[in-house]
């Protein structure tokens, strides 16, 4: 029997997730599909309690719908409990659970891309305080090292810090320096840098020779803090790492095989990324 799965949000047209699920649906040679559904406010709660009367096994939560979808499943599992937001349902029998897989995204892409990166760092720098730098401490709390939050509004990386204990420190940007000088792996976590949002504008020379400089910006794939941070030796992972390898877990949960991240599916996603900007760039 065919099994569904989709991806819900508003709006949901330039979401990328379709063709990865698609690539790995085809080539793993399943009977399935993974399907857009956008959905205005006023439908989506209605629509995520009735998933399976829609026909689907479970699916994806974007934008604006994370923190309903976290407020909406029947159970929670630990990481979306903490980040306080939900990207991922299936069914346990007939009970709708909800799970977060940014974090482990992130995690996977750095131990996939440069593997040992954790065994001599002790603390990481992250730029932001909004759901991705939520998960990204969770993440990273996961491996027992300290984070230092940078936000533009304190108030929100207190927040995180009160919530997840005294390994997380929030600091102000004039401290950025120091931050930055001490620092095993820095993460922007915010949405500056993205295409048609505000640059982001920082100075990458405190930071450490061999520290990792991670962008979770996929728009563009070589943001201006990934071309710096190459231009200075360091070692990097990009946005569209973390989108591919967040995707793997629910994929695993819906159709009952564990995927691959494999060159040609990060290749046919970023060739998709990248030809919208070679149209803005004519
Ligand atoms: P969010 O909850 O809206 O948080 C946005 C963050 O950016 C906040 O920390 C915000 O600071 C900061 N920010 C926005 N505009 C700013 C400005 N002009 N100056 C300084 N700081 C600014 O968004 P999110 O869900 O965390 O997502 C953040 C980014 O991560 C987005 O670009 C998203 O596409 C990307 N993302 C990527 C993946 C992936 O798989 N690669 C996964 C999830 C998210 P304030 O708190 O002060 O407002």
């Known amino acids: 029997m065919s099994v569904r ?26 009977d399935g599909a993974y399907d857009r559904v956008d959905l205005a406010s006023e439908a989506f709660a209605d629509f995520f309690r009735a998933l399976r009367r829609h026909g689907y096994a479970g699916g994806n939560v974007t934008i604006p719908y994370k923190e309903a979808a976290f407020r909406l499943v029947d159970r929670r599992e630990p990481a979306a ?11 346990d029998s007939d009970v709708l659970v909800g799970d977060n897989t940014d974090w482990l995204g992130m995690i996977a892409s750095l131990d996939a891309i440069h593997p040992g990166w954790d065994a001599s760092a002790e ?24 984070v230092a939050i940078v936000n533009r509004t304190r108030g929100r990386a207190q927040q995180i810090a009160d919530q997840f204990g005294p390994k997380i420190s929030v600091h ?15 993460l ?32 563009p794939l070589a943001t201006a803090l990934l071309k710096a941070a190459r231009a200075r030796g360091h070692r990097v992972v990009d946005g569209l790492s973390m989108l591919l390898y967040q995707a793997v877990p629910g994929f695993a949960r819906w159709f009952g095989v564990t995927p691959t991240v494999t060159p040609e599916l990060r290749a046919l996603v970023a060739a998709d990324i990248v030809r919208p ?4 760039a004519r």
């Not at 720098?125 to 993440?139: K, M, W």
């Not at 922007?188 to 400089?213: F, H, W, Y």
């Not at 900007?277 to 803005?280: D, F, L, R």
Request: hydrophobic share 50%.
């Open 81 to 91: 409990a903490a980040i306080g937001a939900v990207n991922t349902v299936w069914y």
């Open 277 to 280: 900007e070679k149209a803005e």
């Open 188 to 219: 922007n976590a915010t949405s500056l840098g993205m295409a048609g949002q505000e640059p982001l504008d920082l100075d990458l020379a405190p930071l450490k020779r061999d520290a990792i400089v991670y962008d979770i910006v996929y728009v």
């Open 123 to 146: 603390r990481v720098a992250v730029l932001g305080a909004g759901g991705a730098a939520r998960a990204a401490a969770y993440g990273f709390l996961s491996r027992q090292l300290d």
């Open 5 to 30: 799965a989709c991806i819900m949000g508003h709006p949901v047209a330039h979401s990328r997730s379709p063709l990865l699920h698609g690539h790995w649906l085809e080539t793993l040679r399943i």
């Open 172 to 186: 102000e940007r004039k401290d950025l320096p120091s931050v930055l000088a001490t620092a095993d792996v820095l």
